[in-house]
């Protein structure tokens, strides 16, 4: 299995509070389910890794190349996309525009040869819609349909595709996911579990995921990690995991 | 029926350049007239924009302009050429225009700031001072042409707009202001403690701008009749007006404009999409700087002299009122905003010490009655890739 993914000792403090404490994890590519406890370090873990924060200490390599002070943009650049817990997507702007951003930085037209012709920039900006609504079409057909409406038009499970999409729009080679499914009824979750899964098949794109509903854990990732207080207490697939004793603990107390 | 539709039809292919037209009318009535003829004007143009806007005529109207660009383009400049002439020559309605262009050179700068990225900008007049002050003493100190002084003042500017943008990386918001009315009042101050720059008394005596050997500061004859100088200057500001609105459309349909909205939203979320923070920030800056320097030499040689209350707070404030008043991230919008409000300015006059005073209050209707400015932002439409 290559290494995508690799943290060495990563940890980070705030003040006092050591919220990811030398974690040291690699992945292939896989689908890795991150779970445990709230304030655990998990948000905190995948904020490092996309370069919201920057450590305090240990390393992050991905692909081979060290990422550990990169600046967020730089990172995606290099092919890590999220999304986030609550939803992030830009409201005064439409579904499509938010597409579109997610294209940023495959986008190499400068601003000096937007202002001098527009014609290089309309090809490519022709090119990048077709992608975005392919895209989204895998999601939601009807979105498609949408693509001039505002975000604050749209219901929650579509704006999660959105970003979900909005992720995998530049077509990464890693997708961090927040809690993909906070928020949805069952019925939605099973949707966005499904989607997911179809996105798997098609791209191959390594995930990694933050979920608390076992039963979407169970269903599509190949290896869990569990955190507790910023520290790695059990690895494995989700049946062994299941069985530990440390996990149990962790997320019924003693 | 089938008759009455061609006709509608039509009339709907004529509608843009009808629009530019009747505007121009307008425009100029406003300009020649009371100033209860611009505040008629100025009502009747809200009215009709919320009327449009309620029944989806302002979308509409925008996809016909789109549709008719050419036509509708060919129309508008035959307008500016013809303004001069709608305005009887009269030299004080000519001054008015200039100003009305200059002036909405500077808020179209502004735009890129406080419409495209919500980071509100005290220090539009300081920039436009730097304009100015670049422009004039590298014509009057050092003996240049003034055309030469015109790309000095966008190169200082466009540094200058750097600087004034670093603090745009350190803080956001409230903060942001703060820093930027300081650096408005360091300019202030710099300027009229420097014996250099003329201090409290100016710089007088700025040459004019010249074309073919011809200063522009000279009056000419047209079938006979005097024509006023002030003509050849509203063909130069309303020339670069077109070029620089142009330009900021440019900017706004790209990703560059798209990036600055989504910072206005969200920071995080725009650096994880890949958009790097500081360059783009920086250059909405700098560019929003080089439009208020063009503005501020532009200024400089059309009225020969320049004192620092010309690049005052209250001038600052008057611009950040353009850009609201004429609605944020629309650079036409932002135009008709710096247009009325120039024409208002000067029809105020009548008031006197009170002009501050009902400037405010018409300021306060128009944004009650119309919150989001006359034009406000549109949604990107994209005219291509339709067929999906």
New interface residues.
């Given amino acids: 299995m290559d290494t995508l993914l690799h943290t060495k000792n990563l940890t980070i403090h705030f003040g006092g509070l050591i919220a990811v404490d030398s974690v040291s994890c690699s992945m292939g590519n896989e689908v890795l389910g991150l779970i445990g406890p709230n304030g655990s370090g998990k948000t905190t873990f995948l904020n490092l890794v ?3 924060y920057s450590s305090t200490g240990g390393k992050i390599e991905f692909q081979g190349q060290d990422i550990t002070r990169l ?3 730089e990172i ?2 290099a092919g890590i ?2 999304t ?1 817990q609550t939803n ?7 579904v ?2 938010n597409m ?3 294209l ?4 190499n ?1 400068s ?1 000096w040869k ?2 001098l012709s ?1 014609k290089t ?2 090809r490519e ?2 090119e990048n ?2 992608t975005c ?1 392919e895209v989204l079409g895998y999601f939601n057909k009807n979105l ?1 349909d949408r693509k ?1 409406e ?1 975000i604050d038009t749209i219901p929650l499970i579509d704006r999660r595709r959105i970003e979900i999409a ?1 992720a995998l729009v ?1 077509n990464p080679s890693l997708l961090l996911l927040d809690e993909p499914t906070a928020g949805l009824n069952q019925e939605e979750t099973a949707n966005i579990v499904d989607d997911l899964k179809r996105v798997r098949e098609k791209t191959h794109t390594s995930i990694i995921f933050i979920e608390h509903d076992m039963g979407v854990i169970s269903t599509i990732a190949d290896r869990v990690i569990v955190l507790n207080a910023g520290k790695i207490i059990a690895e494995g697939s989700f049946e062994e995991i299941s069985k530990s004793e440390e996990v149990r603990t962790a997320y019924l107390g003693s | 029926m089938t008759e009455n539709k061609i006709y509608t039809h039509k009339i709907e292919k004529l509608l843009p350049s009808l629009g530019v037209v009747v505007f121009f009318a307008a425009l100029a009535v406003a300009i020649t007239g009371s100033l209860w003829s611009t505040l008629i004007i100025l009502i009747g143009m809200t009215g009709l924009l919320i009327y449009g806007e309620k029944h989806g005529q302002v979308d509409r109207a925008y996809i016909r302009v789109e549709e008719r660009r050419s036509s509708t383009l060919t129309v508008l400049i035959i307008c500016i050429v013809l303004l001069p002439f709608i305005l009887k020559g009269n030299s004080y309605f000519l001054h008015i225009a200039v100003m009305a262009g200059i002036y909405a050179i500077v808020a179209l700068g502004l735009n890129f700031q406080i419409g495209s990225m919500g980071q509100v900008n005290f220090a539009p007049a300081a920039m436009f001072g730097v304009g100015a002050y670049t422009s004039a003493m590298v014509t009057v100190r050092l003996g240049a042409s003034p055309w030469i002084g015109l790309i000095a003042a966008m190169i200082v500017t466009a540094g200058m707009g750097i600087v004034f943008g670093f603090p745009a990386l350190k803080t956001r918001g409230f903060y942001f202001s703060l820093v930027t009315i300081a650096l408005q009042t360091i300019f202030i101050l710099l300027v009229v403690n420097t014996e250099w720059l003329g201090g409290p008394n100016g710089i007088p005596g700025i040459p004019a701008f010249s074309l073919f050997g011809q200063s522009l500061k000279k009056s000419g004859m047209l079938l006979g009749t005097p024509i006023p100088y002030q003509m050849n200057y509203i063909y130069l500001t309303f020339t670069l007006l077109l070029l620089l609105i142009v330009i900021s459309k440019r900017l706004y349909s790209s990703r560059i404009g798209l990036a600055w909205n989504a910072i206005e939203e969200d920071e995080i979320v725009a650096s994880t999409q890949g958009i790097n923070l500081t360059k783009v920030k920086l250059l909405s800056f700098s560019i929003g700087s080089v439009f208020a320097g063009i503005a501020g030499s532009l200024y400089a040689h059309y009225t020969s002299f320049i004192g620092v209350e010309d690049f005052d707070f209250n001038k600052s404030l008057i611009f950040i009122c353009m850009v609201l008043l004429g609605g944020m991230d629309n650079p036409i919008g932002v135009t008709i905003g710096a247009i009325m409000l120039t024409v208002i300015d000067e029809k105020l006059r009548i008031f006197a010490d009170y002009r501050m005073l009902m400037y405010s209050i018409i300021l306060i209707v128009v944004l009650v009655v119309r919150s989001q400015g006359l034009l406000p932002k549109r949604n990107r439409k994209y005219p291509l890739g339709e067929e999906n």
């Avoid at chain 1, 940023?104 to 986008?107: A, I, N, P």
């Fill in positions: 996309s370069g919201i600046k967020t943009h995606r650049s996309a999220r986030f992030r997507l830009c409201e005064k702007l439409t499509l525009d579109l951003l997610g940023y930085s495959k986008q037209t601003w937007v202002i527009q920039h309309y900006l022709k819609i077709s609504l498609i001039y505002l909005r530049s």
